[in-house]
């Protein structure tokens, strides 16, 4: 998975203190949602790769669930609304 978010001015990085405790998840495209997500995000398809991600601090608390292992999953149908800014292609 991407080692930090696609979007330029964020800086959530996997590695950090926030995204190794939990507090911060890590979401790669959609298939069904592709174009949506592009749309919100400004990326291209060809600047998509398998390992390009958004992270959390991208959504809305209300498009996450939590599941019965405690874990946070982004539901199917979220797109990102928060911290718009640029971009930059993340692989």
């Given at each position: 998975m991407g080692r930090k978010c696609a979007i330029k001015s964020c800086?959530?990085?996997?590695?950090?203190?926030?995204?190794?405790s939990g507090e911060i998840t890590f979401h790669r495209f959609p298939k069904a949602k592709t174009e949506e997500w592009m749309k919100a995000t400004g990326?291209?398809?060809?600047?998509?790769g398998p390992e390009t991600t958004l992270c959390s601090e991208q959504f809305e608390k209300d498009c996450f669930a939590i599941i019965?292992?405690?874990r946070r999953c982004l539901l199917k149908n979220?797109?990102?609304t928060k911290n718009l800014g640029q971009v930059q292609y993340v692989l």
């Open positions: 800086q959530s990085r996997r590695s950090s203190d926030r995204a190794v990326l291209l398809g060809e600047e998509l019965r292992t405690g979220s797109i990102r």
